[in-house]
């Protein structure tokens, strides 16, 4: 019996964390066949185009237009995590807007809404695809909003810069990004 927990151990944490498991991405709902679609499951690289598409959906959808740079991309043992930095001064009173918009997008794209912090001061919303991407958005120190999408267990493999142009200065080799210093007439003022 003793010997039999170790494998149980290693069988239980592999399910939990979805790596180890090459149904975990069959391609449900993504375009294309790269390579990594050959053995059923996506690569670091498709996770990361993907998540950046996700990304660049949710900020068309917002309204108006919020500047944006990207953040850092990492990744972990099996999966990959991409990040975009809001440089649009969103300030406190328009911050539920900007999350109510995101969430409200989601939801219409058949996104899972798995969680909503309400705090006032670092509020939240996070939600799940039906292919296992998490995606998020968060206000966090001096009230800069952070969007971040991460994929489930994928193939390693190298993953690219992101192809998509921010809106403004890429601050590329810059880390970490300054804080938001754009002025907006909607985001950055009083609610009505």
């Known amino acids: 019996m003793s010997r039999l927990f170790p494998v149980v151990a290693t ?19 993504s375009s294309g066949s790269g390579s990594g679609r050959e053995s059923g499951r996506m690569d670091m690289q498709e996770a990361a185009e993907r998540s950046d598409a996700m990304l660049d959906a949710v900020l068309e959808a917002v309204d108006p237009d919020l500047q944006w740079a990207h953040g850092p991309t990492t990744t972990r043992a099996c999966g990959v995590t991409r990040r975009r930095a809001v440089m649009t001064v969103v300030s406190a009173d328009r911050r539920q807007t900007f999350l109510d918009r995101a969430e409200a997008f989601w ?12 705090d006032e001061v670092f509020p939240a919303v996070y939600a799940v695809t039906e292919a296992g991407f998490g995606v998020s958005v968060s206000f966090r120190g001096k009230g800069q909003a952070f969007l971040e999408a991460d994929s489930p267990c994928v193939k390693e493999s190298k993953v690219a810069p992101p192809a998509a142009e921010p809106n403004g200065p890429a601050y590329e080799g810059v880390y970490p990004l300054p804080r938001p210093n754009v002025r907006s007439g909607f985001w950055s003022g009083p609610a009505d």
């Open 11 to 29: 069988v239980l944490a592999l399910a939990l964390s979805g790596c180890g498991n090459e149904g975990t991405m069959s391609g449900g709902g």
């Open 107 to 118: 939801r219409t794209s058949d996104y899972r809404i798995k969680a909503v912090n309400k």
